[in-house]
């Protein structure tokens, strides 16, 4: 082996390791400017997020926060200002306008809010499911096994005929998530699925987003201001202000069928060292421009400035 070779593995073996590297989606300072003229709104702001293969995550934030933001570009909708965002092997701010149509015809399905926008009204719930196939040059005969198994799994397979007119809103939202899934992606990006349902009609939705996530170990991102959705999933992101601010993680708390999950939640620190103190803590000890920190043992305090 000869000098140069050893010079170059040392230099590789000291390369600290890329962020996200096993994850399947990585946001790493993501940033999403929008110009109107003059005006410059910063909808992502630096947003770090790692999300694993077969995960169910949540997030949420108020109005503004940039969480749709966040699933328009995840989704290929819309395109990064800056900063570095990968799903699987796309890098989602290099990709050509041919790339990213495949992109989001292979490898990601999204859910709206709004039913109207997912289905075409004047075809069946089963022809709508086709359509993707269709698109994708899936052949004829291949296509009914793919529909009736997807169908099947929502629980839908009795309004397979009715056009979206003829259903209810919770069987709309479900024909919907099988049209996403149509061309099995490895990601459904769901944005705001049960703002316009009632309580028993979302419990619906999200058992279907459930059980895609766990029968078919298709990775599911859930936008939601609705608290019961996401406190049903182990893993709910906030965001504020363009960036991610604290994860609340859920584990078993026990065995045994009375045993409750155990749910943290934590500050999430960003790659630049930031971390976004809540709001009633700030106002709690009167944080403001300026806080003093110290290093413990085992911990970091933080105080506010009394000079």
Sequence with gaps: MT?????????????????????????????????????????????DLLV??????????????????????????????????????????????????????????????????????YLSARRNVEVPLALAGVRRRQRPARIGALLDLLGIAEVAERRPGELSGGEQQRVAIA???????????????????????????????????????????????????????????????????SELLRRPGGEGEGAHAVAEEYAVMDRAGRVQVPKEYREALDLTSRVRLALEADHVTVRPDRR
């Design 52 to 121: 694993d293969a077969g995960e169910m995550v949540a997030i949420v934030g108020a109005s503004g926060s940039g969480k749709s933001t966040l699933l328009a570009v995840l989704s290929g909708q819309d395109e990064p200002t800056a900063g570095r965002v990968r799903v699987g092997p796309w890098d989602l701010a290099a990709m050509s306008r041919r790339d990213r149509v495949e992109y989001r015809r292979s490898t990601v399905g999204f859910v709206w809010q709004q039913a109207g926008r997912n289905l075409v009204p």
């Design 3 to 47: 000098q140069s070779t050893l010079q170059e593995l040392d230099a590789r073996s000291s390369r600290p390791a890329e962020f996200g590297r096993e994850a399947l989606i990585v946001c790493d300072n993501l940033v999403r400017i929008y110009r109107t003229g003059s005006i410059e709104v910063q909808a992502l702001q630096g947003l």
């Design 179 to 245: 049209v996403a899934l149509a061309n099995r992606p490895e990601v459904l990006f769901a944005d705001e699925p049960t703002g316009e349902l009632d309580t028993a009609t979302s419990d619906e939705v999200f058992t279907a987003l459930r059980t895609v996530n766990r029968e078919l170990g298709t990775t599911v991102l859930v936008v939601t201001h609705d608290a019961a959705v996401s406190g049903r999933v182990e893993r709910t992101v906030a965001i504020r202000d363009g960036r991610t601010s």
